[in-house]
């Protein structure tokens, strides 16, 4: 499955792979039925599940190029040549034909008019591309399980942009992905079913249900950009904006064919999606090289839909893949193509992981907790745009899956989301941005992560470099404020801290009347392998100490990135309060890194 996440846990592609086991979760309530809608204006107006007869054995898909103003003629050549039309993306010239005749594209490759032909699949296309069957529509059931803090969204600042914007209804987000459960009590709130469809086997199909998950990486994606701010489970990056499903995995292979991402793309943009989410690379090839006309034409026809995308107003964030592989230095690719036997091939940098690494698309790689590159992400020199939170070994991104329930996992697939949520609350900020507008700030508001010293595959400067891009995105930058003035106070100093002592680090409040509140929030990072050494307290300005954390001695994970709600509504919030921090042990030291307060 093409899927962004680690390679350990692979289960039929590289770049992009199957998640870590989800841990045991709970579920939630129906939400009422989806509305359906016609398809998007240049997809193909024959209705899904038409004749199952129509297919055969043998039957491959093709795409076939032209200039949009020659689509007719086009048409009339797959025709003529042995093949049929499946679906036609009429505005940019291209056509996703079906033929069971071996010289089929060799034949139209010699038409006046037609640009490229290429084959997009090394084995055959499923009879259920004719008569497709309905994903299943799992039971749901309530959660016990309330909202927390999670690592991930303080390490991106992302409750603290709460603050200042949940994200606008008005915003439509596009996860283009193996389907989404549109009836989890986390997304149900937040869920455009009018604007959902199947692209599947390249052809929009608007039935109600035809969304949803064959998989569970997709429910997982979307509630990381946008599960609802409710007391429920857990909070997307943007918990006010809408999340539409584009499901473009095909059930059982779940393989994202070239087809199904050009419909896609063509739906994001006929049906206003601010933003889409890319957490795949197109199958069968993990990366297109354009010396090879198969591959030569799905880099044009997914470039074009692309293209189209962005021209309607669309910004496409893509994962950068999970093979630990410099895509700015590729020299051999071996897991190609995924749907049937791979070989080992040389290649070079002109060969494209796509659609990550097509002109426009924001490219993300991954951090784990504390922000180093997590081991599996690509990485790349001019390449990487941004980076993100996709988790790495025992600590995974939660969120949520099908059934109403929740669960861990880890890839680039998980770090991309929350870059598309991040450019969810830009776009709704400011409607009025474009997506060069967008991608500029996501570049502009990162923060900057310098390369490790002891990997010298990491290439560039601290401000750009080959692991991280332009930094890590940070949402609380990027809604372009703070919280509310005289609320949110910040102590970015490091204080180193030693074996066996306790050091603290002060914030000063002033602008506040009256006492501090029941629910103070306490954002802490701290940098320190084995955290079992460590107790956390804060200190108010009147000596009283509230403990945040002791953790347990055998807790072996490393660093602190969480947000703690204090009951301080005893002391006076102005005057100074100071994080204080006890190392217990011998062999591990850390920095505290930066804290806030918000009041």
């Known amino acids: 499955m093409a899927i962004a996440t680690p390679t350990a846990l692979a289960t039929a592609a590289p770049a992009t792979i199957t998640p870590t086991t989800p841990s045991t979760p709970t579920a939630p309530v129906a939400a009422e039925a989806p509305v359906a809608e016609a398809p998007a204006a240049g997809a193909p107006a024959a209705a899904p599940g038409a004749a199952a007869a129509g297919w055969a054995a043998g039957t491959r898909a093709y795409l076939v190029i032209s200039a949009p103003a020659d689509v007719a003629a086009a048409k009339a050549a797959v025709a003529a040549k042995g093949g049929t039309v499946f679906a036609s993306y009429d505005a940019i010239g291209v056509i996703v034909a079906h033929s069971t005749t071996a010289g089929f594209a060799a034949a139209l490759r010699g038409v006046a008019g037609i640009q490229q032909v290429g084959a997009t699949r090394t084995s055959d296309v499923p009879a259920d591309a004719y008569s497709p069957a309905l994903p299943a529509n799992p039971a749901q059931s309530a959660t016990t399980l309330t909202e927390s803090n999670r690592w991930d969204m303080t390490q991106i600042k992302a409750d603290q942009a709460w603050a200042v914007t949940t994200g606008s209804p008005s915003v439509k987000v596009g996860v283009l992905d193996t389907g989404v459960d549109d009836q989890h009590q986390d997304l149900a709130p937040n869920f455009d079913a009018a604007d959902s469809v199947s692209c599947a086997y390249g052809k929009a199909d608007a039935r109600t249900g035809a969304w949803r998950d064959v998989d569970t990486h997709g429910t997982h994606v979307a509630g990381t950009i946008a599960a609802a701010k409710n007391g429920k489970g857990v909070i997307g990056v943007a918990p006010g904006v809408k999340i539409a499903s584009v499901r473009i995995a095909e059930p059982t292979s779940t393989l994202f064919y070239a087809e199904n991402t050009v419909c896609g793309f063509v739906w994001a943009g006929d049906h206003g999606f601010k933003v889409t989410n890319n957490s795949y690379y197109t199958d069968p090839w993990q990366f297109n090289c354009p010396n090879d006309l198969d591959q030569a034409a799905i880099i044009e026809g997914v470039k074009r839909a692309q293209e189209y995308a962005e021209g309607k107003g669309s910004l496409q964030v893509a994962a950068a893949g999970n093979s630990n592989y410099d895509l700015a230095n590729k020299t051999t690719d071996s897991e190609s193509p995924n749907d049937s036997t791979p070989v080992t091939r040389t290649i070079s940098n002109a060969c494209l992981d796509i659609p990550t690494e097509l002109p426009g698309v924001v490219t993300v790689a991954a951090t784990g907790s504390g922000s180093g590159k997590a081991s599996y992400s690509n990485f790349g020199r001019g390449v990487?745009?941004?980076?993100?939170?996709?988790?790495?070994?025992?600590?995974?991104?939660?969120?949520?899956?099908?059934?109403?329930?929740?669960?861990?996992?880890?890839?680039?697939?998980?770090?991309?989301?929350?870059?598309?949520?991040?450019?969810a609350l830009i776009a709704s900020t400011d409607p009025s941005l474009t997506p060069a507008d967008i991608r500029a700030r996501l570049a502009t508001q990162a923060n900057d992560l310098a390369c490790p010293a002891s990997d010298s595959r990491c290439t560039g400067t601290t401000a750009n470099n080959a692991f991280f891009g332009e930094g890590q995105v940070d949402a609380l930058k990027a809604v372009g404020s703070t919280p509310p003035a005289g609320k949110y106070f910040e102590n970015l100093t490091d204080v180193a801290i030693t074996d066996?002592?306790?050091?603290?680090s002060p914030v000063?409040?002033?602008?506040?009347?009256?006492?501090?509140?029941?629910?103070?929030?306490?954002?802490?990072?701290?940098?320190?392998?084995?955290?079992?050494?460590?107790?956390?307290?804060?200190?108010?300005?009147?000596?009283?100490?509230?403990?945040?954390?002791?953790?347990?001695?055998?807790?072996?994970?490393?660093?602190?990135?969480?947000?703690?709600?204090?009951?301080?509504?005893?002391?006076?919030?102005?005057g100074t309060w100071k994080l204080r921090v006890k190392d217990g042990a011998a062999g591990d030291v850390g920095t505290i890194d930066a804290w806030n307060l918000t009041f």
Do not use: Q
Not at 500 to 504: A, D, K, L, S
């Open 500 to 504: 066996n002592t306790t050091v603290e």
């Open 384 to 423: 990487i745009d941004v980076a993100a939170p996709g988790g790495d070994g025992a600590t995974g991104v939660y969120s949520t899956l099908p059934g109403g329930k929740y669960g861990t996992k880890s890839g680039t697939s998980m770090a991309s989301p929350h870059v598309t949520g991040v450019a």
């Open 508 to 574: 000063t409040v002033t602008g506040v009347s009256g006492n501090a509140p029941a629910t103070l929030k306490v954002g802490v990072d701290i940098k320190h392998t084995y955290r079992g050494d460590l107790v956390i307290s804060l200190v108010a300005p009147d000596g009283t100490v509230y403990l945040l954390e002791d953790f347990p001695n055998g807790d072996s994970t490393d660093n602190v990135a969480k947000t703690y709600t204090v009951n301080a509504a005893a002391s006076a919030a102005n």
